[in-house]
């Protein structure tokens, strides 16, 4: 294999980790990702410093899809699908600017904060009944999957009689082991809800994102712009946080000797969560990158029109971010890694992600301070139907 500009490297979609064969390449690679007539070639970025690199720089790389070789770089002016109007992965300047002008303010660590007492109520129910179903209780199912999506309903204001349809609908719409038929009518399914709700708001805005945002700027956002964007907060949020809390879990206790950070002070608690963050980097990678112009980083040149991929997890195990950095290591200081992107499209969620984290993962080892694996010898198993790494099931016991 060659990291040479004309010899691509070939990753075929069911090689689950070539990390070792890219870094030999380099930390800017041209590859080919899948086979015969399923070919698409691309670039794929996989050292920390050229991630940042293109990731931070929205004046000369875009995220906007292009549908056709017509489409013009950059996408102005061009056809967006419906399921990406309001997306804000799918917008460049002015257009980003615009919209993430009018949710930032719904997503200040202030306002996060006022949620932390229903996300506390939420853990300890969901604990509650892990206590119940067991020993042995599946983690995944009782905690896991159902925490993240309770907290963006609160988030969102979805009225709590509606949640659990609401969550129905927004897991079928993500569920690729569904059917297309299936996954499709589960979505329009959530877009008609979501639109009822938006023309309830309108007219009577309530606490949530929602309310807020349109008591604001209900003027200047279109209700599909609005759509878009709960159905992207749902999405990312649930499926990224289900993966994180199953994921550290298993993490921490492979390495029970970092526990004892969870019992800390509050600084020792965050420096743990952070780094559970990195070393787990559940998002695979952002929207890939379009360049809108010829662009050199270090001896590539990636030319107008093509495509950069970026790694997030790959990224975040350089160890030019940190000595050691494939190794767990709870007690060392943060850095700025990327788990949550860089730049204009550096998540919205961030602030609410590690609360969630620190208030599950602290009241699960009070609650459960003998928490282990029910069997340590069972392989876990990975979820292949969602867009983030996370565990199917995890058998706990206490």
Not at 88 to 112: A, I, N, S, V, W
Request: charge should be negative.
């Amino acid at each position: 294999m060659s990291g040479d500009d004309s010899r691509p490297v070939h990753i075929r979609r069911r090689d689950l980790d070539p990390a070792d064969e890219l870094r030999a390449a380099g930390t800017l690679t041209r590859i080919t990702i899948g086979s015969g007539a399923d070919v698409e070639a691309t670039w794929l970025a996989t050292g920390y410093t050229v991630v940042r690199q293109v990731l931070g720089d929205h004046q000369r790389f875009s995220t906007r899809r292009r549908w056709n070789q017509r489409d013009e770089i950059g996408g102005r002016g061009t056809f967006r699908p419906r399921e990406l109007v309001g997306n804000l992965m799918d917008y460049d300047p002015p257009e980003h600017t615009r919209l993430r002008q009018k949710l930032t303010p719904g997503f200040t660590l202030r306002r996060m904060r006022r949620l932390e007492p229903y996300i506390e109520q939420i853990v300890t129910e969901r604990l509650d009944a892990l206590e119940r179903a067991g020993p042995p209780a599946d983690l995944v199912e009782l905690v896991a999957d159902e925490v993240p999506a309770a907290v963006l309903c609160e988030l969102i204001g979805v009225p709590r009689d509606d949640r659990t349809m609401f969550t129905r609908l927004c897991h079928g719409h993500l569920d690729a082991s569904r059917s297309q038929k299936k996954r499709a009518a589960a979505g329009a399914a959530f877009s008609r809800y979501l639109l009822a709700m938006i023309a309830r708001e309108r007219k009577d805005p309530g606490e949530g994102l929602l309310g807020a945002v349109l008591a604001e700027y209900g003027d200047t956002a279109t209700d599909e712009e609005l759509r878009g964007f709960c159905v992207q907060v749902m999405l990312a949020g649930d499926d990224n946080i289900s993966g994180m809390i199953g994921l550290g879990v298993l993490a921490l206790l492979r390495h029970p000797e970092q526990i004892a950070a969870l019992r800390g002070d509050h600084h020792s608690v965050d420096r743990a969560v952070d780094e559970l963050i990195r070393y787990l980097t559940v998002p695979y990678a952002p929207t890939p990158r379009v360049a809108m112009e010829d662009v050199t980083i270090g001896d590539r040149v990636i030319r107008k029109g093509e495509t950069v991929s970026c790694s997030l997890p790959m990224a975040n195990r350089d160890p030019t971010l940190l000595p050691d950095a494939d190794r767990l290591d709870v007690w060392r200081e943060t850095v700025p890694h990327v788990a949550f992107g860089h730049g204009i499209h550096h998540c919205l969620g961030a602030a609410l992600a590690r609360i969630e984290l620190r208030t599950v993962y602290t009241a699960l080892w009070q609650r459960f301070p003998t928490l282990r694996l029910a069997d340590p010898d069972q392989e876990p198993m990975f979820r292949l139907t969602t867009p983030a790494y996370g565990l199917t099931s995890l058998m706990v016991a206490w």
